[in-house]
T-cell receptor, first 113, second 115 residues
């Protein structure tokens, strides 16, 4: 299994909603990532987890809350988002040592109304 | 802060033509370099990567890239493109001393190959 699976594929939410994005991999990777990609723009790193611990937070607003319950799962909890947060949210994973190949999921297309 | 520049935003070429996409980065220290591709409707995939050693690296699907340290460049090439190479191509850089996992992408180049 060389896939990173993200659910849901599409999500529409209001600014007062609370929702979660989920990411799963079964490749034994110990690093997992959240990226945000706006239309026609490159992916931008949000968070990095290493061995289930948060190692990088790229000054992401607190309305985005990541969680890594175990080595295979990565969640992104969303609360009180703004319309400008509408984007494709990509999950990725990689083996140790770092800087190896990132495997990306297909993403969750999020629309905030 | 490091930056990654891709020279062309859109490239249109015919099948069998040669392709070269430019990528320059600004960081002066040791870097790891990547080219990713995103086919229409699909997720990002790694084409090739350079960490050290031979500066000419070969990737999947006939792509290769050359690392020229003196020019801070990592240009992607393919001698003869196919229609199926239509995709968006991203150059990416990681500077390990700035924190592994911080992969910074260029703006991307949309490549359209016409039959």
């Amino acid at each position: 299994d060389t896939e990173v699976t993200q659910t849901p594929k599409h999500l529409v939410m209001g600014m007062t909603n609370k929702k979660s994005l989920k990411c799963e991999q079964h490749m034994g990777h110990r690093a997992m990532y959240w990226y945000k990609q706006k239309a026609k723009k490159p992916p931008e790193l949000m968070f990095v987890y290493s061995y289930e611990k948060l190692s990088i937070n790229e000054s992401v607003p607190s309305r985005f809350s990541p969680e890594c319950p175990n080595s295979s799962l990565l969640n992104l909890h969303l609360h009180a988002l703004q319309p400008e947060d509408s984007a494709l949210y990509l999950c990725a994973s990689s083996q140790e040592p770092p800087n190896e190949k990132l495997f990306f999921g297909s993403g969750t297309q999020l629309s905030v109304l | 802060a490091q930056s990654v520049s891709q020279h062309n935003h859109h490239v249109i070429l015919s099948e069998a033509a040669s392709l070269e996409l430019g990528c320059n980065y600004s960081y002066g220290g040791t870097v790891n370099l990547f080219w990713y591709v995103q086919y229409p409707g699909q997720h990002l995939q790694l084409l090739l990567k350079y960490f050290s050693g031979d500066p000419l690296v070969k990737g999947i699907k006939g792509f290769e890239a050359e690392f020229i340290k003196s020019k801070f460049s990592f240009n992607l090439r393919k001698p003869s493109v196919q229609w199926s190479d239509t995709a968006e191509y991203f150059c990416a850089v990681n500077a390990p001393t700035q924190g592994w996992g911080k992969l910074q992408f260029g703006a991307g180049t949309q490549v359209v190959v016409t039959p």
